[in-house]
C-alpha cells in the first residue's frame, strides 16, 4: 500500500492513497484525514485503507486524480 501526504496549506496537509504505478492518488478523509491519524489508529483504519488501495488499482473509484509528486509534503511534516 502506497500512501503519501499533500500539501493543502494546514500544518499536517491531507493523506491521499497512491496507485501502485504512482499515476493515480485518492483522499480518504473519511477513514484519515492525516498519515499522522492514520499511524495513530491503524488497527482501525488498516483494513479500510487496503480495501480503498486495491479498488484504486482496479480503477473501480471515480473521485481518483492524476497522482502530483510536486503536490507532497514530507509525510510527516510536522515529525
Not at 496549506?9 to 480518504?28: I, Y
Request: proline share 4%.
Amino acid at each position: 500500500m502506497k500512501l503519501a501526504t499533500y500539501r493543502d496549506g494546514t500544518r499536517d496537509g491531507h493523506l491521499v492513497v497512491v496507485s501502485r504505478d504512482l499515476t493515480r492518488a485518492v483522499a480518504v478523509p473519511e477513514i484519515a484525514v492525516t498519515l499522522q491519524n492514520a499511524i495513530d489508529h491503524w488497527h482501525e483504519v488498516e483494513a479500510q485503507l487496503k480495501e480503498v488501495y486495491i479498488a484504486l488499482n482496479n480503477q473501480k473509484l471515480t473521485d481518483d486524480i492524476a497522482f502530483d509528486e510536486s503536490a507532497c509534503e514530507s509525510p510527516l511534516p510536522r515529525a
